[in-house]
Nanobody, 125 residues
């Protein structure tokens, strides 16, 4: 499985950014997908995940109401729309693909087997 993330960059606080991840090598529509992030000096944390069938989503409390995850099963892509960005959103963002097929949205890092290369998001004040 290969994941290719894109869309990171430098943005001022309050602005928006959209990340995209292209997935290949598995039946994309059979798996939940997720986004994690890792800020400097901190552990990697769950940001958002999306169900592969009904498109329901789960979010970390810190991004609820500001971030939206979406997926296109025809294009094998998963996006993360980030609005009202804060300086504390600065991190390397990773798209992730789980070990097991199904519709449960895992929030733990150990449930994900494949990771994109990471894309840096820097939010300035």
């Amino acid at each position: 499985v290969q994941l290719q993330a894109s869309g990171g960059g430098l943005v001022q606080a309050g602005n928006s950014l959209r990340l995209s991840c292209a997935v290949s090598g598995r039946t994309f529509s059979s798996y939940v997908t997720g986004w994690f992030r890792q800020a400097p000096g901190r552990e990697r944390e769950f940001v958002a995940g999306i169900n592969n069938r009904d498109m329901s989503a789960d979010y970390a409390d810190s991004v609820k109401g500001r971030f939206t995850i979406s997926r296109d099963n025809a294009k094998n892509t998963v996006d993360l729309q980030m609005n009202s960005l804060k300086t504390e959103d600065t991190a390397v963002y990773y798209c992730a693909f789980p070990k097991y097929s199904g519709s449960y949205i895992y929030t733990g890092e150990s449930a994900y087997e494949y990771w994109g290369q990471g894309t840096l998001v820097t939010v300035s004040s």
